[in-house]
């Protein structure tokens, strides 16, 4: 077969069976091989790649947007601020994604979300076009990670995955549940991170740790141990476990006085279970946090 086609493509073609061999991946497969799209549904993001423990991620985004006032408060009554949320567009390769928020006080967040090969970017802009400051002082993407990290999403032990949970203590890799785990809150169970810049009066209504996270990652590891799943936002509010086998870095927006814009910056990585290889990445991209 060979001797029966032209030189040159005699050549190119024994060259791509050479790189193929030296390679050890098929070339199909390196194409498909950490590669990120995404999907949408009303309020939710879903996450697709091979490399997915369970083939997909998905968020709850955005959960909600929240008042000031809110470790002690009435989550419904209180906390919550109603939005609408618009799909702009989604690329044919499903690549990007754009989404318009309004909030009922009149803010608008606008959302660019870029997948790309072991991660999702995130790059938000919220204004307020109104005459008053705005009640929304942050935001809640809720990741969900049953699958990713081996538990059954409808199992009655909804604390099953936490021994997958990871953030970051004294600047090490701290699992959970990590020392001084808070048990009282208004609502039980769950655990919330307060970093330095933020009021403790200010985040989720679930046990706050007396602890204060070293960085904005949070993130778990797959059931296998070979992955691991961990997200940062700057300027970020609080990091939290949660009860629906989730995990937040939950951002900021600090209520926006009339005429402001904040400009939001947020990463989803999923990687290889190699930890210093994400906290570079994580200092890299986000190096206020260094």
Known sequence: ?????????????????????????????????????????????????????????????????????????????????????????????????????????????????????????????AHNPGKTRSEAHWTQPCVRLAEFTGFDPKGKDIDDYLPKCFLFLDGKLSRMPTREWARTARYTPGQVWCPRHVPRTDVNPRPLSPLVPSNGLIGVFSGDEKWMFATAWEPYQELFQGVARCVHSDFRLGGLMPGETLKIHGRIYILPADEAALVKRYEKEFPAAR
């Not at 030189?7 to 050890?24: E, N, P, V």
């Not at 309004?102 to 802009?125: N, P, S, Y």
């Open 1 to 125: 077969m060979l001797r029966s086609l032209p030189g040159k493509f005699r050549l190119l073609l024994l060259g791509g069976l050479l790189l193929a061999w030296l390679s050890g991946v098929p070339a199909c497969e390196a194409r498909e091989k950490n590669t990120l799209t995404l999907s949408y549904e009303p309020r939710w993001l879903i996450i697709h790649g091979p490399q997915i423990p369970g083939g997909s991620i998905r968020i709850h985004y955005l959960e909600a947007y929240c008042r000031a006032g809110s470790t002690d408060a009435d989550w419904v009554k209180h906390t919550v601020i109603k939005h609408e949320s618009e799909l702009i567009s989604l690329s044919e390769d499903r690549k990007t994604l754009r989404l318009k928020d309004t909030i009922a006080d009149g803010v608008i967040v606008e959302h660019t979300i870029t997948a790309k090969d072991d991660e999702v970017e995130f790059r938000l802009t």
